[in-house]
C-alpha cells in the first residue's frame, strides 16, 4: 500500500501491502469461535492447509515506525496475521505496560467506523500504544473527531493517518435506505445520514449502491482530513500521509482505496 503523500501520488487500483491469499482456518479455539461468528468462515467454506496457534507470549517493543511507509507496513504485516490466524497480539506483556504508564508513542491514527466486528487493534494485530483509534458510525467526522486526528498529528508526531471503511457499513446503509424512502431517523443518527447522503452512489441499486457508497464516503472523509490546513503542511513534506482504506469482513483483508 502507498501513501497519499506529495512523493506518493498517482497510485491506482495496484498491488499493496494489504493485498493477500485468504485466510485459513486454525488457532485457538477462542479465536476460532469468534471469527467464525464475525464473518461466517464456516459458511464461506474456507479450509485450512495448516493449523495455527497464536503465540502466547508478546514480543518486547522494538523501534517504532517513524516515517508513512513504515507505518503501512507494519499495518499491513499485522493484517496479514491477522488474516492467516497468526496473530501475536504484541505489546501486552508487563513490562510494556509499566512502560505505557509514563508516555505513548502510537505510529498510526486509525479512524474507523464503530461497528464491532472491526476493532483496528485486532484487524491489524496491534498492542497497547501502537494506534491511536478513532471510531464514529460511517468514519462520520464532527469537530471532536478532527481534534482528535490532529491531537495525534500534531502533538505525538504520528505519521500515518488511516481512514478504515468496512463492508457491509450499518451506517452507509442507514443513509442510503433513509434517502429512498424519505424518512429521517431518530435523534441524533439523522446527522449521520446528512454526512454521508452527499456521496451516494445513485449509478448502481441495491447492495451495489451501499457498497460503492462506502468507498465513496472513505475517499470523502480522507479529503476533508488532507485539507486540514495544519495537516496538508505535514503531507506536503512528507512527515504525514492520509490514506483510504477497506476492511473486508469476508476475507478479513484491508486494502488500498486509491
Not at 144 to 157: D, F, P, R
Request: aromatic share 4%; proline share 7%; net charge neutral.
Amino acid at each position: 500500500m502507498n501513501t497519499d503523500s506529495a512523493a506518493h501520488r498517482g497510485v491506482g487500483r495496484e498491488p499493496h501491502p494489504f493485498a493477500g491469499p485468504r485466510p485459513t482456518t486454525g488457532g485457538t479455539v477462542r479465536r476460532t469461535l469468534l471469527r467464525t461468528a464475525l464473518t461466517g468462515a464456516a459458511a464461506l467454506g474456507l479450509t485450512a492447509a495448516r493449523p495455527a496457534m497464536a503465540t502466547t507470549s508478546a514480543p518486547a517493543a522494538g523501534p517504532r515506525p517513524s516515517t508513512p511507509q513504515e507505518a503501512l507496513a507494519e499495518l499491513a504485516v499485522g493484517n496479514r496475521r491477522w488474516r492467516a490466524f497468526h496473530e501475536r497480539h504484541p505489546h501486552e506483556n508487563p513490562e510494556i505496560r509499566r512502560t505505557l504508564a509514563t508516555a505513548q508513542h502510537p505510529f498510526a491514527v486509525v479512524l474507523g467506523c464503530i461497528d464491532s466486528r472491526v476493532p483496528p487493534e485486532l484487524v491489524f494485530d496491534q498492542g497497547l500504544g501502537d494506534l491511536m483509534t478513532v471510531r464514529t458510525a460511517g468514519e462520520v467526522l464532527d469537530e471532536a473527531v478532527l481534534g482528535s486526528v490532529a491531537y495525534g498529528v500534531l502533538e505525538l508526531g504520528i505519521p500515518l493517518v488511516v481512514v478504515l471503511g468496512h463492508q457491509s457499513c450499518g451506517a452507509v446503509r442507514a443513509a442510503v435506505e433513509a434517502e429512498k424512502s424519505g424518512s429521517r431517523l431518530p435523534a441524533h443518527m439523522q446527522y449521520l445520514v446528512d454526512q454521508i447522503s452527499p456521496v451516494i452512489d445513485h449509478g448502481r441499486e441495491g447492495d451495489a449502491r451501499i457498497d460503492a457508497t462506502v468507498d465513496a464516503n472513505v475517499r470523502l472523509v480522507r479529503s476533508r482530513l488532507a485539507a486540514e490546513p495544519d495537516l496538508a503542511a505535514k503531507i506536503s513534506t512528507g512527515r504525514l500521509a492520509i490514506v483510504g482504506a477497506r476492511y473486508e469482513l469476508t476475507s478479513q483483508a484491508v486494502h488500498r482505496l486509491a
